[in-house]
Structures are given as C-alpha cells and as structure tokens.
C-alpha cells in the first residue's frame, strides 16, 4: 500500500496510475476542503478534472491513517513543503518503509536538493528514492505512453519502485544517480521559462532549439558541480524532461512582469 501524500496533479495521477497497476493507495493533502472534494466527487476537479478516481485509491484526513502499514510513503507536495512534510511523517514511519519524493525543485531558503533535506529531517535510516522525468500528470493519468526515472543510492530501494510503477503504458528505468535526477528536475523549467520567453518576443522555432541545447550544457555543468554523473543528464531526468518542458515553454509576453 502506498501513502501519496500531496493531492495536486502528479500526486493523483501517481496514485491513479498505481491503483492501475494493482497498488492500493491513500491519498492525504494539507488542505482538508480539497480532499473532501475527492472524497465527494471521486474525481480531482480542480488540478487533474475528467479523471475518475478508482476504487482503491482511498481519501485520508489524518496524515496518521494515510501511513498507517504503507509500504512506501510518496511525497508529492511543491518542494516548499518538504521539510515540514519530512518533519511531520518522521514519528509516523516504522523500520522498513520506504520513502519516495516526486516532488522537483530546490528549498528556497538552503539550496538543498530533497534527499539532502530528507537526511536532515529524518535522518540516515530512510534512504530516499527519487521519482522524475517527462511526464504530465494529465497523460500519466490517462495511460498513454510514458518513462521516468527512479533514482536511488539504495539500488534495492530503487529497484523494488520501479517494478511497482511499471505496468501499463508506463516503463520506469533505475539510476543509482540521485544527485542527477534530482537537478535536472530542479532546472529544467528555468530553461522553459526562457523558451517562453523567447516565444514571445517572437525569435522563433532557431532560438528555442539553441536554449534547450546551451541550457543543457548549464544543468550538465552545475549537476557535474554538485556531484552529479554527466552521463545522466543525457536520461529521462535530465534531456528528457528539459525536452518536454523546454518543448512546451512557459509562455510570456511583451509587458509580462
């Protein structure tokens, strides 16, 4: 059983896609209003509508009873939320399980990737394993084709998430490199942000093929920087989703703030 702990967009789709697969799972989120609205409406109305939510995917108020006998605990909150959420499932965990972050990004204050975040939290006795990749929760949801990474230092740990979460459409592929997963998911929407940007000035289809490379050669370098293997940013946590991201952009215009 998988605790998803985070009812935004990917933290439904994980757990849709997981109760595909044949993994019960307990959704808990912060905000009790929205998590009423899935329990009434069995559907994510307001960050994934039109995806109904199986029947073993569960709605839990109590953070308590959504890790009560998890197997793995999967931490799907905006990475401004880390710490508190690592502080407060630390007395909740029991030897064994498994804790999984699918969430991207840098903690503002400190710079700290989530795994380090994570060992200051709870401590050496919970390895993380880390979730990225291309993949929108709208498309992950409705089962079309997708790959991710499952990153961990504990091969075991990696290995047994990906066998969880390979079923479907869906293949996840094993990287002992969580330093590297974890920046090419932290930076590859500042990348996007400037293929938008660069969209909207009007520079065309040249100028945001040279951001998506040069912006590439960035992320290798500071990944390299902070440990990272080269070679990783060449996978899915890395060229593949600044492919996906960069692809899309994030749009702005003339006069945006």
């Excluded at 498309?139 to 504990?154: L, M, N």
């Excluded at 040249?206 to 998506?212: D, E, G, K, P």
């Excluded at 390299?224 to 060229?239: H, K, N, P, R």
Aim: aromatic fraction near 4%; glycine fraction near 12%.
């Amino acid at each position: 059983m998988f605790a998803v702990i985070g009812a935004g967009a990917w933290g439904t789709a994980l757990a849709v896609h997981l109760a595909k697969a044949g993994c019960a799972a307990r959704i808990w989120d912060i905000d009790r209003a929205h998590l009423h609205q899935l329990a009434d409406d069995r559907e994510n109305r307001r960050y994934l509508p039109g995806v109904p939510l199986p029947g073993a995917v569960k709605l839990a108020e109590e953070l308590e009873a959504a890790t009560d006998k998890a197997e793995c605990v999967l931490v799907v909150t905006p990475s401004s939320a880390l710490r508190e959420t690592f502080r407060r499932l630390k007395p909740l965990l029991t030897a064994g399980t498994r804790i999984c972050c699918a969430s991207k990004g840098l903690e503002v204050e400190t710079g700290l990737l989530a795994h380090q975040v994570a060992e200051q939290e709870l401590g050496p006795d919970y390895p993380l394993a880390a979730v990225s990749g291309p993949t929108f929760a709208t498309e992950v949801a409705a089962g079309r084709p997708a790959a991710i990474t499952v990153a961990s230092r504990q091969r075991g740990q990696a290995l047994w998430l990906a066998r969880k979460l390979n079923a479907g459409a869906l293949r996840a592929y094993v990287s002992d490199d969580l330093v590297g997963a974890e920046v090419g998911g932290a930076t590859k929407n500042v990348i996007a942000i400037a293929a938008g940007a660069s969209d909207g000035l009007g520079y065309g289809a040249n100028a945001r093929a040279a951001l998506i490379c040069r912006g590439l050669a960035e992320i290798v370098r500071l990944g390299a920087s902070l440990g990272a293997e080269a070679d990783s940013f060449m996978g899915l946590a890395g060229l593949g989703d600044l492919v996906l991201a960069g692809g899309r952009g994030i749009p702005c215009r003339r006069g945006d703030p």
